[in-house]
């Protein structure tokens, strides 16, 4: 789409796009290219030269078994966070749907913890399942179960899953309970008439109905799950024990901040640079269908 | 209208019983971090803690506020809040400027830049950490408001968005700027950025959350406490090795870590949904 009329000038709009042409320059493209250019170096010890390998960062990381780790472990951490933040927003929204007033009420008190920051939900997560002086602990513990996320890589994988999970559930909520109030009352009617229990008019017309929904909030939870949860693995595991808990974002910043592996850690960036590269062209494929329909 | 979809009766009660225990599972970790913001040390470290409030409040709020555990608390509000005003106000700035250049005007390069800011998608901060790291070591914009604030400001959401509601808008308007001899800054000042303000004012509520909430790059470029934002300084309170943390304080500071962006999507309800719901098209 476009203006029919416009203003003349050439110099005027360059300058206005000047600032965003320079901040996109220095701070993304040029990062970015440094990124790539770097993955193709080792740089020796003392950081005063740089060795030229090719593509042996790559064939090196693709080979390392602890990288491979980080992928399978990406993985699981990002499909259980999707997967338990949705079902539960879901089952709030279905019910929060059911109601003729009110719903809206329900709305406020559920959407505000998207407010929450990450690392802020990763504190209150890790208070209460603290191995010295959680109160869950505790509890967990008078039934009998030792709980010990610093020791247990499935605990701890579960605790950064919920602490993750938590605050999204405000966000995926929103969006099932808007996609459940737009489907039109006569079609759940109609069917309810011809005798469908809920659950069948569930299977049958609303699930169905939803699926633009769900796909959309599938993709968008990938991406939260890859790229913004850095802060909950942060504060609670700091990626152990034994790296149960890294995932690929928090590897780069491990390797290249704290461990100064360079060359590695510019490798993981370019390969991550794929991975949001495919997740934006699935995320834009499907929006742009959204927008003209 | 109620019709047969909805009974009253047993399942309307199990409805809201459902709901409600939804809200209270998802309330319990802000309710216990609160509890142990206005209890003692003590209170806390003989499991189990309390599970209503206690008498410290005070004491543990002007603790945090006035001393910290690195540095006053205050001051790291203080740093979030440039930090999130500066990075909402220059992504709208920004955006509209381009918005409006692409939109209204015709020249070289258009195109190649709107593929620009459209890449910019695909390069989120957690996948250039190191080479952004270093580039602004070399402006020497570590431990500074311009560092926190400059590298973020790039928007193509916001950029997209506006292109969008500025498409939508009647070319008559521009028509008549025109013939009124209105220059185009006049035009945009006058009437576009007015027009666009809805738009703004939703767009301001998601952006200055994000501002907020961000953790990663304020970890990498706020060495010196004084610098540190709340979000990011929380975890720098716990002590290294196994000294206890000082709960009662760090869990006053998360609540008043959460406090602003709460507030803001609480009395912004309307325009929060609408941003949130804009920003994902």
């Known amino acids: ?138 509890y967990l513990g008078q039934l009998g179960y030792d709980w010990n996320h610093v020791l247990n890589e499935a605990e701890a994988m579960g605790l950064v899953v919920l602490a993750s999970s938590w605050g999204r559930i405000s966000y995926n909520f929103l969006f099932f309970l808007a996609g459940l109030q737009a489907i039109p009352r006569s079609v759940i009617e109609a069917a309810a008439i011809d005798g469908a229990r809920f659950w069948t008019r569930f299977r049958t017309i609303v699930w169905p109905l939803l699926s633009p929904v769900t796909f959309f909030l599938l993709v968008v939870n990938i991406v939260y799950a890859f790229f913004e949860t850095f802060g909950v693995i942060h504060t609670i595991t700091g990626g152990g024990p034994q790296q149960a808990t890294t995932i690929l974002v928090y590897k780069v910043y491990a390797d290249g901040f704290v461990g100064q592996d360079l060359g590695s850690s510019a490798a993981q960036s370019v390969i991550l640079l794929v991975v949001v590269g495919i997740l934006t062209v699935i995320q834009f494929k499907y929006i742009e269908r959204k927008v003209h329909y | 209208m109620a019709g047969m979809v909805e009974k009253r009766g047993l399942s309307h009660w199990l409805t809201h019983a459902g709901l409600i225990l939804g809200v209270l599972v998802i309330f319990f970790p802000i309710w216990l971090a609160f509890v142990a913001s206005t209890v003692s040390q003590q209170d806390i470290v003989r499991p189990p803690m309390p599970l209503l409030p206690g008498d410290q409040f005070f004491e543990n709020y002007r603790r945090a506020l006035v001393a910290g555990v690195n540095a006053p608390v205050a001051w790291m509000l203080f740093n979030s809040m440039v930090m999130a005003m500066g990075i909402a106000i220059g992504k709208i700035v920004i955006s509209l400027l381009s918005a409006f250049a692409i939109v209204y005007f015709r020249f070289p390069g258009r195109m190649l830049f709107f593929w620009l800011i459209f890449l910019t998608l695909m390069l989120p901060v957690e996948v250039r950490i190191v080479p952004t790291y270093e580039v602004i070591a070399g402006f020497g914009m570590l431990n500074s408001y311009t560092g926190l604030i400059l590298p973020l400001i790039a928007s193509a959401t916001a950029t997209f968005l506006f292109r969008q509601f500025f498409l939508t808008i009647p070319d008559e308007l521009a028509e008549a700027a025109r013939v009124d001899g209105a220059g185009p800054m006049r035009f945009f000042v006058d009437i576009l950025v007015p027009m666009s303000r809805t738009n703004i004012a939703a767009l301001f509520v998601i952006l200055f959350i994000y501002g907020w909430n961000q953790y990663l790059w304020p970890l990498l470029i706020t060495t010196d406490p004084s610098m540190n934002t709340i979000v990011m300084g929380i975890k720098q309170m716990f002590p290294s090795g196994d000294d206890l943390a000082d709960w009662p304080v760090i869990m006053a500071t998360s609540i008043l870590a959460m406090l602003p962006p709460v507030v803001v999507v609480i009395a912004m309800q309307k325009l929060f949904i609408r941003g949130l719901v804009d920003s994902e098209k």
Do not use: C, H
């Open chain 1, 1 to 138: 789409m476009e203006k029919r009329v416009t203003f003349k000038g050439i110099w005027l709009p360059i300058l206005l796009v000047a600032p965003q042409v320079a901040v996109t320059g220095v701070f993304f493209f040029f990062p970015a290219g440094q990124a790539i250019w770097q993955s193709l170096f080792i740089p020796d010890p003392f950081g005063l030269s740089m060795q030229w390998v090719g593509l042996g960062n790559f064939e090196y990381l693709l080979g390392n078994s602890f990288y491979r780790a980080s992928f399978l472990t990406t993985a699981i951490f990002s499909v259980s966070v999707t997967v338990v933040s949705m079902a539960i927003a879901l089952y709030l929204a279905v019910l929060a749907d059911r109601l003729i007033k009110g719903s809206g009420t329900y709305r406020t008190l559920l959407i505000w913890p998207y407010a929450v920051a990450p690392a802020v939900a990763g504190v209150l997560w890790l208070f209460m399942f603290n191995t010295r002086i959680g109160v869950v602990t505790w």
